[in-house]
């Protein structure tokens, strides 16, 4: 976390050295990123930015933990319709709510996903840090759905929470990828994808998740070649 003497400086400039940091981690791997370069940009000395934050690492920790919590925040601000709907509607409503924020602060989320998923400079510690949370997160949701009878009591778990959190993890960026849309065009608003039909696109990755979760009978499971199994009907 950053020093004291971070929260301390007035808010205008606090917002100007995040804002610089975001773009040189969101545009760089985390070795390329300068420290130099940041200083430089947000016009303050060297010296000063190691009386706010302990050195590179710790500004970058700071980063990724500054993305969890605008998300949250912006989720709460944009709570879903119905609190009771089926998971499925309500992993269709987390889909688009979660694109949203993507697509507000793309550069804030490339440097969280990155460091989680492309780059882990630091191995397990981001992981531990961050991705352990959204795990739980979306284990609390699948189990809901068990609760509700939507998703087969008998899943695997594990395997399921795996899945659907690096669907939605990795959602936005092959969307932005696909489009072929740049990290500049999106923190400008480039009409490119406020004008962007996902709809057909969100429907078909919640389809595919429901129906490999939701409940089906027994004898569907059984593979026609399975030993001592009767062919299916």
Do not use: C
């Not at 395997?159 to 659907?164: D, E, L, P, S």
């Amino acid at each position: 976390m950053p020093k004291s003497t971070f929260f301390n400086l007035p808010e205008e400039k606090r917002n100007l050295i995040l804002e610089v940091a975001i773009d040189e981690f969101a545009g760089k791997d985390y070795d390329s990123a300068s420290i130099s370069q940041i200083v430089a940009r947000a016009g303050i000395a060297k010296g000063s930015f190691y009386q706010y934050f302990e050195d590179k690492r710790d500004l970058y920790f700071y980063l990724v933990e500054l993305a969890a919590e605008e998300k949250k925040r912006f989720l709460a601000r944009h709570p879903p319709p119905d609190p009771e709907m089926d998971l499925f509607d309500y992993l269709r409503w987390l889909l688009r709510i979660g694109m949203t924020f993507e697509l507000s602060q793309p550069k804030l989320g490339w440097v969280a996903f990155r460091a989680i998923y492309v780059e882990r400079p630091f191995g397990d510690d981001v992981l531990d840090h961050v991705q352990r949370r959204a795990l739980d997160y979306y284990r609390s949701l699948l189990q809901m759905g068990v609760d509700q009878g939507s998703v087969d009591p008998e899943i695997d778990m594990d395997m399921a929470v795996f899945i659907v959190s690096r669907l939605f993890a990795e959602y936005g960026r092959h969307l932005i990828e696909r489009e072929q849309l740049s990290l500049d065009d999106l923190e400008r608003g480039n009409a490119a994808y406020r004008d962007l039909d996902i709809t057909d696109m969100e429907e078909h990755l919640i389809s595919f998740l429901e129906r490999g979760l939701r409940p089906y009978p027994r004898t569907n499971r059984l593979r026609p070649d399975a030993p001592g199994q009767e062919p299916a009907p």
